[in-house]
């Protein structure tokens, strides 16, 4: 029996990561996947998503080229080729995790993983053992059990992206950030989009002056938003609810996602909800098997699960990590404008601050691109300019964010953003006087 530094269950962004990171450091790390490597991220969520996202957005800049004068003819959609250019993509990407993991001399075992307290692994025919065990096994789809629904053929986001055809209709049940994001990668390609969210609005994680913005888009790109019902039951192609009865071609639920805990059941693990408890070191309730990602709380993003593998791993060797500072990751909707975020939300802030928002209207570089949808907001501490929060609405506000967080993180306020030297024209200038705002001196203003 092969006995291992570290084991790590789930190949996702969680879980390679943290064996990347474990081998880097010496360690005689074993990785153990039982389906492709790079998890739901790379398979079934981030990268196809986006992929897809990326082709309806030039499909709007084609558009938005024909109302400026650059004529095109018709706009035709080649939904195989595209699907393609997806699989290729998401190809290229798994090979290089499987070269990364090569190239590190971690240990790939292949199969479904079971796990004995005595932190004894079980995969197919293998047995292996490890000092410490991380636990990454994710989280699947979960979709309500409506009245009906068995009557129902329907799509979750770990079978829809194999579509073969685009879709001439398409009804999502759901109103967050992948719902949201599948109404934007489908509609400008010419699918009829219906979005019914019982709650009373949208993206309701997300920062609430941004969501008008987004209800405007998804009105102009023709997607029909329900909202504020009760779902009564679903009967083959229809589906009942308290504002009416409404037929559809394909449907998909985006309902949310649940923790794949099954790897916990031979473990006296304890829980909070449905998902694995720890302590701020991501230790579980057995102090040598530690749990990350979307199995346990904080957000169900690659980036924190990436963040908490590597949190994980420097915890075990001793390196007294500096903590996972929740308010330092970002959060991000990639629609069209994109909503980037980080820190607190207005309504969460308990101490006295300042809110100061400039939108895109007057920046020149947003002008020309023709995307002046948006804003740049900042909550920073009164008196000191601590940065509590910021979100950016805007095309490519998911890379702008990073500008904020950059100087949030190395101990910036308010100050340094307006005193940092923006590039003109670039949207991103739009920060720096944003940031100048703050200290009522903008000078767009
Ligand atoms: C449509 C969609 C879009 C998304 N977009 C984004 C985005 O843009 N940005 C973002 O940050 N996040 C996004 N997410 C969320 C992101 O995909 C997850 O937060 C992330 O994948 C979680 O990583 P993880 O490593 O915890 O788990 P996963 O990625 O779920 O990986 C877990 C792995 O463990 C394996 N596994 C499970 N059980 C076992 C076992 N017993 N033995 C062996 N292997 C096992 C699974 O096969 C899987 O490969 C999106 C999700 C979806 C569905």
Same mark, same amino acid.
């Given at each position: 029996?092969?006995?291992?530094? #570290?084991? #790590?269950?789930?190949?996702?962004? /969680?879980?390679?990561?943290?064996?990347?990171?474990?081998?880097?450091?010496?360690? @005689?790390?074993?990785?153990?996947?039982?389906? @492709?490597? +790079?998890?739901?991220?790379?398979?079934?969520?981030? %990268?196809?998503?986006?992929?897809?996202?990326?082709?309806?957005?030039?499909?709007?800049? &084609?558009?938005?080229?024909?109302?400026?004068?650059?004529?095109?003819?018709?706009?035709?959609?080649?939904?195989?080729?595209?699907?393609?250019?997806?699989?290729?993509?998401? *190809?290229?990407?798994?090979?290089?995790?499987?070269?990364?993991? &090569?190239?590190?001399? &971690?240990?790939?075992?292949?199969?479904?993983?079971?796990?004995? @307290?005595?932190?004894?692994? $079980?995969?197919?025919?293998? !047995?292996?053992?490890?000092?410490?065990?991380?636990?990454?096994?994710?989280?699947?789809?979960?979709?309500?059990?409506?009245?009906?629904?068995?009557?129902?053929?329907?799509?979750?986001?770990?079978?829809?992206?194999?579509?073969?055809?685009?879709?001439?209709?398409?009804?999502?049940?759901?109103? /967050?950030?992948?719902?949201?994001?599948?109404?934007?990668?489908?509609?400008?390609? +010419? !699918?009829? =989009?219906?979005?019914?969210?019982?709650?009373?609005?949208?993206?309701?994680?997300?920062?609430?002056?941004?969501?008008?913005?987004?209800?405007?888009?998804?009105?102009?790109?023709? #997607?029909?938003?329900?909202?504020?019902?009760?779902?009564?039951?679903?009967?083959?192609? !229809?589906?009942?609810?308290?504002? /009416?009865?409404?037929?559809?071609?394909?449907?998909?639920?985006?309902?949310?996602?649940?923790?794949?805990?099954?790897?916990?059941?031979?473990?006296?693990?304890?829980?909070? /909800?449905?998902?694995?408890?720890?302590?701020?070191?991501?230790?579980?309730?057995?102090?040598? #098997?530690?749990? %990350?990602?979307?199995?346990?709380?904080?957000?169900?993003?690659?980036?924190?699960?990436?963040?908490?593998? &590597?949190?994980?791993?420097?915890?075990?060797?001793?390196?007294?990590?500096?903590? %996972?500072?929740?308010?330092?990751?970002?959060?991000?909707?990639? $629609?069209?404008?994109?909503?980037?975020?980080?820190?607190?939300?207005?309504?969460?802030?308990?101490?006295?601050?300042?809110?100061?928002?400039?939108?895109? *209207?007057?920046?020149?570089?947003?002008?020309?691109?023709?995307?002046?949808?948006?804003?740049?907001?900042? =909550?920073?501490?009164?008196?000191?300019?601590?940065?509590?929060?910021?979100?950016?609405?805007?095309? +490519?506000?998911?890379?702008?964010?990073?500008?904020?967080?950059?100087? @949030?993180?190395?101990?910036?306020?308010?100050?340094?953003?307006? *005193?940092?030297?923006?590039?003109?024209?670039?949207?991103?200038?739009?920060?720096?006087?944003?940031?100048?705002?703050?200290? +009522?001196?903008?000078?767009? *203003?």
């Amino acid at each position: 029996m092969e006995k291992f530094d #570290i084991a #790590i269950i789930g190949a996702g962004p /969680g879980g390679y990561v943290a064996a990347i990171h474990a081998a880097k450091n010496g360690k @005689k790390v074993a990785l153990i996947e039982r389906d @492709k490597l +790079g998890g739901a991220c790379y398979n079934v969520g981030c %990268i196809p998503s986006k992929i897809l996202l990326e082709h309806s957005k030039l499909v709007q800049a &084609i558009n938005r080229g024909n109302s400026w004068g650059i004529e095109t003819d018709n706009v035709k959609i080649n939904f195989p080729r595209l699907m393609q250019r997806k699989d290729t993509i998401i *190809q290229e990407l798994l090979t290089n995790i499987e070269h990364y993991i &090569i190239n590190n001399h &971690i240990t790939l075992y292949r199969g479904e993983a079971t796990l004995t @307290k005595d932190l004894l692994i $079980t995969v197919g025919n293998e !047995t292996l053992t490890a000092s410490d065990i991380i636990l990454a096994t994710g989280s699947k789809p979960y979709v309500p059990p409506f009245e009906g629904l068995e009557s129902a053929t329907y799509f979750t986001t770990d079978t829809f992206f194999n579509l073969k055809e685009l879709p001439a209709q398409l009804t999502i049940i759901g109103g /967050g950030v992948i719902a949201v994001e599948m109404a934007f990668s489908l509609a400008p390609l +010419g !699918t009829k =989009i219906t979005m019914l969210n019982h709650s009373e609005d949208i993206l309701q994680t997300e920062e609430p002056e941004a969501r008008p913005l987004i209800r405007e888009k998804m009105k102009k790109l023709g #997607i029909e938003l329900i909202t504020d019902f009760q779902f009564e039951k679903f009967e083959g192609h !229809t589906i009942h609810t308290t504002k /009416g009865i409404y037929t559809y071609e394909n449907l998909l639920f985006a309902t949310g996602r649940r923790p794949n805990t099954e790897i916990a059941q031979h473990l006296e693990l304890t829980f909070e /909800g449905r998902l694995i408890a720890v302590n701020e070191h991501l230790q579980t309730s057995q102090p040598h #098997i530690y749990a %990350i990602g979307d199995l346990v709380g904080g957000y169900q993003l690659a980036h924190s699960a990436s963040a908490e593998g &590597i949190y994980a791993v420097d915890y075990i060797m001793g390196n007294q990590p500096a903590l %996972i500072d929740q308010a330092s990751i970002p959060r991000c909707v990639y $629609t069209h404008p994109e909503i980037a975020t980080f820190g607190l939300l207005e309504e969460q802030v308990k101490v006295p601050y300042t809110m100061t928002k400039m939108p895109l *209207q007057t920046n020149p570089k947003a002008l020309m691109e023709g995307n002046t949808e948006g804003f740049v907001k900042l =909550i920073t501490k009164e008196g000191s300019g601590q940065i509590l929060g910021a979100c950016v609405v805007g095309d +490519g506000a998911t890379e702008m964010l990073n500008a904020i967080l950059a100087a @949030k993180n190395s101990g910036g306020t308010a100050l340094s953003l307006a *005193q940092m030297i923006f590039p003109h024209p670039t949207v991103s200038e739009h920060i720096g006087d944003t940031a100048k705002a703050v200290f +009522g001196k903008a000078i767009h *203003q």
